[in-house]
């Protein structure tokens, strides 16, 4: 018996039921459906991009026009103004999904800045679009802290400048507003500039590209989670062959140890071929995603990652004493990679200490790899590295399988 032979037996043992394709297949794209939603959410139009956050205007004021004036100038968001609209009104457009958020500048608001007590908004936000959420916040907190310091220095110069010279009431207004005037122009060009970069396996491309297709994130992060949850199958087959002792049957024919070994491991990464594959048609096809713009370097990638979960596989089949055995020997590494990989959440949103550790399970690398292609573009000269570590996550698993594997 040839190893293809042991190879093509499993293969049809696999696809004997449809359960199997569903669980391949038709899970996995329903899942990046799913989560592409969660991460993803309206944007603007082709010509204007930015995320939409309706205002409602309350204080009618100089401070609430200049915070408008600043969401207006915003790269991250685009305000709507709608007179006709009450709280509720925006607060629906949330719901349905036409505004990613609503701002509510309450009345008071220019004098409470004024003071030096700046009022907390009210922020209705799409919690089902998480990425676009924490960009709405975090883009407005900026703005409105940017306000408040424009504010507090315009007041803090008048004071100052006040016990020096006695101003009129006419003066103090007209000197309020030229410190407001000069206050803003240092705001726009300060003396101090921060360079930001993004960490871990993101870079700002990466994020930009999200921010267009949540897709980018949520397609290779559900074939990285369900190509090992694809292996429950592979496993059990294994699991049943030893209890019948089928194996040793094998054995007495003269068929090596290995080649046993090699035969079901090639079954395994097969099978996860071609599930990756077609999800990646998938995602090429359907949800916009340019897999195989850089062919070679998505077929590589895609052929690697299927030979780490067909070791992984051939680990699980070693270990388990049963069916069920083998089935929790599945899920168990499906969530802890997945979680902790970023197959769930991007990694830029997690701290350093999460992506060092993450880089120690196989998930990671292949979102960086798969990502990698999908946002920047990149071919074979970025996807290499990830290649290069996944293999050797194919040697460490495959040892330890090889190692702890039973025939009888």
Request: glycine share 8%; hydrophobic share 50%.
């Amino acid at each position: 018996m040839r190893i293809y032979h042991l190879a093509l037996k499993d293969l049809k043992q696999l696809f004997k039921s449809w359960q199997t394709a569903f669980f391949l297949l038709l899970m996995p794209i329903a899942f990046t459906l799913l989560f592409g939603f969660i991460f993803g959410g309206i944007g603007g139009d082709a010509e204007d991009p930015r995320l939409l956050i309706g205002v409602m205007d309350l204080d009618k004021s100089e401070h609430s026009q200049a915070l408008i004036q600043m969401l207006e100038e915003s790269e991250t968001l685009r305000p709507i103004i709608n007179a006709d609209y009450t709280a509720e009104t925006y607060r629906k457009q949330v719901e349905i999904g036409d505004l990613h958020a609503a701002l509510v500048l309450p009345a008071g608001f220019g004098e409470a800045l004024t003071a030096g007590e700046p009022l907390p908004l009210t922020v209705v936000a799409d919690q089902k679009a998480m990425v676009a959420n924490q960009a709405v916040r975090a883009d407005l907190a900026t703005i409105y802290s940017r306000l408040f310091g424009i504010v507090l220095s315009a007041s803090l110069s008048q004071e100052t400048f006040q016990q020096i010279a006695a101003l009129s009431p006419e003066e103090q207004d007209a000197y309020y507003q030229q410190a407001l005037e000069l206050a803003s122009s240092l705001w726009e060009s300060p003396p101090v500039t921060v360079l930001s970069s993004y960490t871990g396996a993101e870079s700002e491309a990466q994020a930009d590209a999200l921010e267009q297709n949540a897709f980018i994130h949520s397609s290779p992060g559900m074939m990285a989670q369900f190509a090992i949850a694809g292996l429950i199958g592979s496993a059990e087959i294994l699991v049943a062959e030893r209890k019948s002792r089928a194996l040793s049957r094998m054995l007495t024919t003269g068929f090596p140890r290995m080649g046993i070994l090699v035969g079901h491991f090639l079954a395994m990464s097969a099978v996860i071929v071609l599930q990756l594959l077609v999800l990646a048609v998938f995602g090429q096809l359907f949800l916009d995603l340019p897999y195989f713009d850089r062919p070679t370097a998505t077929l590589l990638l895609i052929v690697v990652s299927a030979m780490v979960n067909g070791a992984l596989g051939l680990l699980i089949g070693a270990l388990a004493k049963s069916s069920d055995t083998a089935v929790v020997f599945a899920l168990v590494p499906m969530f802890v990679f997945s979680g902790l990989g970023g197959a769930w959440t991007p990694l830029e949103y997690t701290s350093k200490s999460v992506q060092f550790v993450a880089h120690f399970t196989p998930v990671a690398w292949m979102m960086d790899g798969f990502k990698d292609i999908l946002a920047r573009g990149a071919g074979l000269e970025t996807v290499w590295l990830p290649v290069v570590v996944l293999l050797g996550f194919t040697a460490l698993f495959f040892s330890l399988g090889a190692w702890r594997f039973k025939f009888e």
